[in-house]
């Protein structure tokens, strides 16, 4: 299973690809059978996710419109990589940020623009989605591909 405790802007010793990123999320949220258990693992990563998110940031160019809860989102470059935090007003929300920051964080532009997050239509998490937590999603992609490609330019 991929541990869950690094989410967040922090940069990891060892470098993954996105692709294998996104297939080991993949695998671990597959790992629960049912859509029950997919949504209580997305709540238990809210619950965890604790980012180093300053109130300051928490501004209308950093929230993410389209999403019925609140959702901030930031980016940081260092060494070409780009790190992002971001944080919610909803558990759940924040479960689902969780697994963006994660799926993410410490790629390069070109990859991050590159890499479709395929991990949302392969673990059913997009069909069983509210279609306004649906919508709330494919806004976070948004948001981090536009940072991307900000970063990019």
């Known amino acids: 299973m991929v541990a869950h405790s690094d989410l967040g802007c922090q940069e990891k010793g060892m470098s993954q690809s996105l692709l294998e990123k996104q297939n080991d999320l993949i695998e671990e949220i597959n790992e629960f059978e049912n ?21 300051e940031w928490k501004t209308e160019e950093n929230r993410i419109t389209g999403c019925v809860s609140q959702v901030w989102l930031i980016a940081k470059v260092k060494d070409h990589k780009i790190y992002f935090t971001a944080d919610s007003d909803s558990i759940f929300v924040k479960g689902l ?42 806004s976070m ?13």
């Open 35 to 55: 859509w029950k258990d997919k949504f209580n693992f997305i709540i238990d990563l809210g619950k965890d996710y604790q980012p180093e998110f300053k109130e």
């Open 97 to 138: 940020v969780s697994l963006v920051v994660e799926m993410y964080s410490g790629a390069e532009a070109q990859e991050i623009l590159s890499t479709p997050p395929r991990f949302l239509e392969e673990t059913g998490l997009l069909q069983n989605l509210t279609p306004s937590r649906g919508n709330g999603v494919a």
């Open 141 to 153: 992609i948004a948001k981090v591909m536009e940072l991307a490609k900000n970063t990019d330019e």
